[in-house]
Every structure is written in C-alpha cells, then in structure tokens.
Antibody, heavy 116, light 108 residues
Framework: EVQLVESGGGLAQPGGSLRLSCAAS????????MSWVRQTPGKGLEWVSA????????YYADSVKGRFTISRDDSKSTLFLQMNSLRVDDTAIYYC?????????WGQGTLVTVSS | EIVMTQSPATLSVSPGGRATLFCRAS??????LAWYQQKPGQAPKLLIY???SRATGLPARFTGSGSGTDFTLTISSLQSEDVAIYYC??????????FGGGTKVEIK
C-alpha cells in the first residue's frame, strides 16, 4: 500500500521559512515524478510544484516561483518543499502526491499557517 | 492559464439515483482531464484520468466522458459512501494543472 506522510508544517511569520517533507513507502519512489498541491477554503485546490523522476526537472506555479524549491532524496524516499519568503496567502494544507501531472496518490497533508 | 468551471456547486441526489457533474474548460484541453474525490476530512483521491479512464479499483458506477472543453462525471447509482466534493483538473496545458472549484454531492 502506498503511503505518503507529510511533515514540517506549522506556524511561520510573513517573510519566514518552512521546509516540508514527504516520506514515501509502498512504491518505487525513484520511478515516480512527485507533486505538491495545496488547498485553502477560499481558493480550493492549487497545484504548487512538481519534480520529475530523475530530479533534474522542476516546475512551479507562478505564485511560488522564486520562493519555493522542490527537491527529492531517493535514498530516503523523501520529497521536500523549501518555502522561503512566506506570505499570508501561502496559508494552506499542503499535500504531497505521487506522479505528475495527474496525482495518482495523495498524502494526508500538513497545515502551514503564515501569520504575524 | 486555463480556467476550469464546475457545476453545479452542490448536487443532492437520492440513494440509488444518478448524479451528473459538469466541468468546463476556458479553452480546449483535449482529453487531458482528471477527476478527484475528496471525502470529509480526507485527502483527494484520483478517480478518472484522460477524461474517461478509471483509476485502479474504481467502481464501474463512476464514468467520465467528454473532450475539448466540456466534461462529465456520472455516478450511475449513488451510494452513501459517494458523499464528497468532486474536483476536475486539466493537465493538457501543464504546468500549471488547474483545478475546478468543486461540486459537493449530497444524499437527498
């Protein structure tokens, strides 16, 4: 059974940073592209970022480009999202998902709150 | 950016009844469309990809159809466990993969 477990969410101040992690099990992690998708009550689901299976191509939504960095460690079957220069409107539940552009399996999400 | 519009916002259907959900793209996305189901308190789950292909293990009562700009998700015989919010996502013009605003399906 595929399991994706996000961690690293929490409260951050505007302008601050957080690093999200997604630990994967039950899949051949290195064979899959991976995605981050976020969800807010007001804006619904928003695709954030993706990385290919080799880790040499990354993609970002315009709203996070230049502030967020996606990466992966295949030796640890872990996906990361480094979030810098956080804004209030980055507040959301962040989901890790297997594959891209279609998200074939999702984690339970981690809540990021950006507030002063 | 492609805008995805879902209708209706809320759909109330009797148990065993048919639920028909609509998703419209602001321009053609060919067959690059997926449907996801999100039950209360849970993460989204993939139901349909490539407009009409079922995800592994999906019950046959779920059917996706359409191409271009207009798509439909049909639940042929609504069960109580189908109560959820359903989202469409286009990925023909990716990135980004834009989502619709969702349709909430309720039991009447």
């Amino acid at each position: 059974e595929v399991q994706l477990v996000e961690s690293g969410g929490g409260l951050a101040q505007p302008g601050g940073s957080l690093r999200l992690s997604c630990a994967a099990s039950g899949l051949r992690f290195s064979s899959h592209a991976m995605s981050w998708v976020r969800q807010t009550p007001g804006k619904g689901l928003e695709w954030v970022s993706a990385i290919n299976d080799r880790g040499d191509s990354t993609y970002y939504a315009d709203s996070v480009k230049g502030r967020f960095t996606i990466s992966r460690d295949d030796s640890k079957s872990t996906l990361f999202l480094q979030m810098n220069s956080l804004r209030v409107d980055d507040t959301a539940i962040y989901y890790c998902a297997r594959d891209s552009p279609v998200c074939t399996a999702w984690g339970q999400g981690t809540l990021v709150t950006v507030s002063s | 950016e492609i805008v995805m519009t879902q209708s209706p916002a809320t759909l109330s259907v009797s148990p065993g009844g048919r639920a028909t959900l609509f998703c419209r793209a602001s321009q053609s996305v060919s067959s690059g469309l997926a449907w996801y189901q999100q039950k209360p308190g849970q993460a989204p789950k993939l139901l349909i990809y490539d407009a009409s292909s079922r995800a592994t293990g999906l019950p046959a009562r779920f059917t996706g159809s359409g191409s271009g700009t207009d798509f439909t998700l049909t639940i042929s015989s609504l069960q109580s466990e189908d109560v959820a919010i359903y989202y469409c996502q286009q990925y023909n013009h990716w990135p980004p993969g834009t989502f619709g605003g969702g349709t909430k399906v309720e039991i009447k």
